[in-house]
């Protein structure tokens, strides 16, 4: 890992970030916390989550080129977005990041870099029984 490039360019830039995604929402969708919050076609999730990966890593702004501001807790808000929903979320990152080939330490920087967003996305309490 070169601590001078971005996360983007340490990861090997758009082919891995796909490669990312891809791995990623398959774990998502079969999650029993996270899985019945997302639509049946899953494949304009992916190209978003693509798209704004991208920018938050330090590469192409291809989210806020299409989409303007990403104001992306406010997106979330149509969601019940509990603390287990979002280590599940992380989670899920986590072996896709493994999947991939992501070696510490920079699948660890990149946890680091999205849990502050998950966390701050949380705007429902616990529950026991996370209903949608
Ligand atoms: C904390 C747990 C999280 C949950 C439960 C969650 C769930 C969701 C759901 C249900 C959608 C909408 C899918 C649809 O279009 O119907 C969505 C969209 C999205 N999420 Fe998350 N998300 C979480 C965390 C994150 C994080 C940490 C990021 C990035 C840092 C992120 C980025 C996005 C993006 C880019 C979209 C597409 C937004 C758009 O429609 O333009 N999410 N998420």
């Known amino acids: 890992m070169n601590p001078n490039l971005s996360i ?3 990861l090997g830039g758009a082919k891995t970030l796909r490669r990312l995604v891809e791995a990623f929402y398959p774990r998502v969708v079969v999650d029993p ?3 019945p919050l997302f639509p049946a076609d899953i494949n304009p999730v992916m190209e978003k989550q693509y798209m704004f ?7 192409p702004s291809l989210y806020s080129d299409a989409y303007g501001h990403p104001m992306m807790r406010a ?13 599940a ?3 899920c990152m986590q072996a896709a990041l493994e999947e991939i080939g ?6 660890s920087v990149v946890i680091k870099r999205l849990s502050g967003p998950a966390h701050h996305f949380v705007n429902t309490a616990s ?3 996370n209903d949608l």
């Open 89 to 91: 979320w992380l989670a």
């Open 33 to 35: 916390l996270i899985g």
């Open 53 to 59: 990966l991208s920018q938050f890593f330090g590469g």
């Open 8 to 10: 983007y360019d340490n």
């Open 127 to 129: 529950s026991d029984n």
């Open 75 to 87: 997106r979330h808000m149509g969601f019940q977005v509990t603390p287990e929903r979002a280590e």
């Open 102 to 107: 992501v070696d510490e330490p920079l699948r």
